[in-house]
T-cell receptor, first 115, second 114 residues
Framework: AQTVTQSQPEMSVQEAETVTLSCTYD???????LFWYKQPPSRQMILVIR??????QNATENRFSVNFQKAAKSFSLKISDSQLGDTAMYFC????????????FGEGTQLTVNP | DTEVTQTPKHLVMGMTNKKSLKCEQH?????MYWYKQKAKKPPELMFV???????INESVPSRFSPECPNSSLLNLHLHALQPEDSALYLC?????????????FGPGTRLTVL
């Protein structure tokens, strides 16, 4: 069974600085998808960024980018120019191509952006 | 419209009550999901409806009963719940449940069982 590991339960960063959240996963599948979801105190789970395993190019969405290392099964999220609104719980998630749309989540990293 | 709505936002119920949670989407999605989320934990999948076919997580107690009246609406009926069932219940939808598709989440219902 696939597993997703986020080794940093909590992190903090100063406003305008850069922070990287780590995520590793384990799977025997060759085709899969990886996601970072953000859940602020408002509780709404929001998709931040996604990466298809067959794509070598790292995904980027504005201030958010990933470092996808397929051989190492690593999928870290970099947030540049951190903003107060980035304060949230961040979940790394995994979806096998053959599992339909079923997500496996990591335990989450609570990120606090300090003014 | 890329929104999933859930009602109510908050619910307090006793262990003998019967209540229902409602989830609705108008994106034409054919798969809908119920998740249970405890504080500071990731969501746990409870049920999946894909093309009106239900998939059940075998660990979910029978006191939770899902219903999908149509492809836009998903209910979760609650009966004889326990205090440990207090949690945030999230609904999500995706275009299809058979291939990769992004899941859109609703804001959740905060359930407290007394």
């Amino acid at each position: 069974a696939q597993t997703v590991t986020q080794s940093q339960p909590e992190m903090s960063v100063q406003e305008a600085e850069t922070v990287t959240l780590s995520c590793t996963y384990d799977t025997s599948e060759s085709n899969y998808y990886l996601f970072w979801y953000k859940q602020p105190p408002s509780r709404q789970m929001i998709l931040v960024i996604r990466q298809e395993a067959y794509k070598q190019q790292n995904a980027t969405e504005n201030r958010f980018s990933v470092n996808f290392q397929k051989a190492a099964k690593s999928f870290s999220l970099k947030i540049s120019d951190s903003q107060l609104g980035d304060t949230a719980m961040y979940f790394c998630a995994f979806m096998e191509e053959t599992s339909g749309s079923r997500l496996t989540f990591g335990e989450g990293t609570q990120l606090t952006v300090n003014p | 419209d890329t929104e999933v709505t859930q009602t109510p936002k908050h619910l307090v119920m006793g262990m003998t009550n019967k209540k229902s949670l409602k989830c609705e989407q108008h994106m034409g999605h054919r798969a809908m999901y119920w998740y249970k989320q405890k504080a500071k934990k990731p969501p746990e999948l409870m049920f999946v409806y894909s093309y009106e076919k239900l998939s059940i997580n075998e660990s979910v107690p029978s006191r939770f009963s899902p219903e999908c009246p149509n492809s836009s609406l998903l209910n979760l009926h609650l009966h004889a719940l326990q205090p440990e069932d207090s949690a945030l219940y999230l609904c999500a939808s995706s275009q299809s449940g058979s291939t990769y598709n992004e899941q859109f989440f609703g804001p959740g219902t905060r359930l407290t069982v007394l």
